[in-house]
């Protein structure tokens, strides 16, 4: 069994091959050829929480388990298994494979949603996964320029600098939250935060945005009345939504959810009907995203001779 470290894992797999192996993913899940199991969380009393999600695709299964405490950190693994014989193949540190996945899926979703000539970008966040969020959107769309909000100004404005550094185009930090998101084509939103980070009526008619910062049932990036204005809704999973997406449990009540405009992604293509429409990507992340990445990752490392045998 191979060990893969984080900066590893992070050489092995390109952004522009996982948006592609989220296609793949996707289109299978569609098709009832791939399972996903829905996170499971276990609360410790003394604070840490346990995250569990699974899946299987392909020629593997494998579950990823990652554990975070608030004032102390978190350690995210990933667990590879052969689907024909059960065979343990890999064990990854995941930290890099949940940011780069997560990515990925908003750029399948942007490349199914957005409009073809979207080009200027709005980021509501700085962190770990804002990054990832705008190079996936890089290898879809032809992005003309960014512009980013956070709350902390130094940051914001170092992540504008190394992100343009980094994909060769435009990026600047925002003096405000509506500065970053009026005029925009794609919003992104990619925060902790507890209560909705924009207005909806900050957003232009045809916009479409990735909502990716929660997957918790009591916190929401998203106003309800925004989610009221999109045309379609996306989620990658309406079964997990159920349990996490509080950006809709927040907003919606179970007449929304038979609603025609939900669907899952593996659904989606075709679902902007008009130039104007706007449509809302919700991710929350799934067990069979990590599954697909990490296969690629293992096979990858094998042809390579990368990891070390455990």
Known sequence: M???SEEEVRRLLPMREA????????DELGRGTAVNQPRRRLYVPSGPVLHQMAGAIGKYFGTKIYAVHLKHGFHFF?????????????LMEANFLGQIRTGAASGYATDLLARRDA?????IGSGFQARSQLE????????????????????????????????GIPVVGTRTAEDAVRGCDILVTATFAKDPVVEAGWVSPGTHINAMGSNNAQRREIPADLVARASV????SIEQAKMEAGDLL?????????????MELAHAAGA?????????????????????????????????SVGRAI
């Open 250 to 262: 927040l907003a919606w009540d179970e007449q929304d959810w038979q609603s025609p405009r939900l």
């Open 119 to 123: 080009g200027a970008i709005g980021v």
């Open 78 to 90: 990933f667990h590879l298994f052969d689907a024909a014989t059960a065979q343990p193949l890999a």
């Open 233 to 236: 809704v996306v989620v990658d």
């Open 19 to 26: 948006v592609a192996l989220m296609r793949t993913t996707f």
């Open 136 to 167: 996936a959107i890089s290898t879809v769309r032809k992005i003309r320029e960014v512009r980013v909000w956070s709350r902390s100004e130094e940051k914001r404005n170092a992540f504008a600098a190394d992100c343009a550094l980094a994909f």
């Open 272 to 304: 902007r009907k008009s130039s104007e429409d706007i449509t809302l990507f919700k991710s929350l992340g799934l067990g069979v995203e990590d599954v697909a990445a990490g296969g690629y990752v293992y096979e990858n490392a094998r042809a390579l």
């Open 2 to 4: 191979l060990y893969l």
